[in-house]
């Protein structure tokens, strides 16, 4: 049972505008969330993260919003840029250090 | 359909052995690539198989060794454990990667491996 869910499996964005991707999570334990970056042939990066305890966290040109009621969270990219390009992932913690990973979104900045 | 399978869910060894880890990946799933999860490091790349071939490894030390089976099952072996070592170890299978396209790259639970 997939606990953390990628609805859209790809975007396209314009270069300079916002990219929001969107991660939906089935448990309420879930107290830590994570999104990756992987670009083509190499592994997941670390990208930004936010505690259960906060609703936004920001880190220069990316955002992360938690709606724990909603069991929503997404990841804003402004401006957006051709770099951007690659898949991210969601992921959740919950107890005992167990992580649960969406299915990823591909993300593609026209130029 | 069944997801990915990863076994054991928990192990524990001992510092010097050494020990197997198995993922199946989802049927007709051909890519299988390895993580390994710890509280400082985060999600560090391991390897890649795709079709029986290692296709892509991370920056991790030769006792670190894995391989994939004609049926896309994968297997990771570490050797000589270090307490270091002691990390989730998660895996993935996709389809295939061709360029950015977004093959459903779904994550197994994971194996704990814990060596004291």
């Known amino acids: 049972d997939q606990q953390v869910k990628q609805n859209s499996p790809s975007l396209s964005v314009q270069e300079g505008r916002i990219s929001i991707l969107n991660c939906d999570y089935t448990?309420?334990?879930?107290?830590?969330f994570l999104w990756y970056k992987k670009y083509p042939a190499e592994g997941p990066t670390f990208l930004i993260s936010i505690s259960s305890i906060k609703d936004k966290n920001e880190d220069g040109r990316f955002t992360v919003f938690l709606n724990k009621s909603a069991k929503h969270l997404s990841l804003h990219i402004v401006p957006s840029q051709p770099g951007d390009s690659a898949v991210y992932f969601c992921a959740a913690e919950g107890a005992g250090n167990q992580f649960y990973f969406g299915t990823g979104t591909s993300l593609t900045v026209i130029p | 359909k069944a997801g990915v399978t990863q076994t054991p869910r928990y192990l524990i060894k001992t510092r010097g052995q050494q020990v197997t880890l198995s993922c199946s990946p989802i049927s007709g799933h051909r890519s299988v690539s390895w993580y390994q999860q710890t509280p400082g490091q985060g999600l560090q790349f391991l390897f890649e198989y795709f079709s029986e071939t290692q296709r892509n490894k991370g920056n991790f030390p030769g006792r670190f060794s894995g391989r994939q089976f004609s049926n896309s099952r994968s297997e990771m072996n570490v050797s000589t454990l270090e307490l270091g070592d002691s990390a989730l170890y998660l895996c993935?299978?996709?389809?295939?990667?061709?360029?950015?396209?977004?093959?459903?790259?779904?994550f197994g639970s994971g194996t704990r491996l814990t060596v004291v």
């Open positions: 448990n309420s334990m879930f107290d830590y």
């Open positions: 993935a299978s996709s389809l295939g990667e061709p360029l950015l396209a977004n093959y459903g790259y779904t």
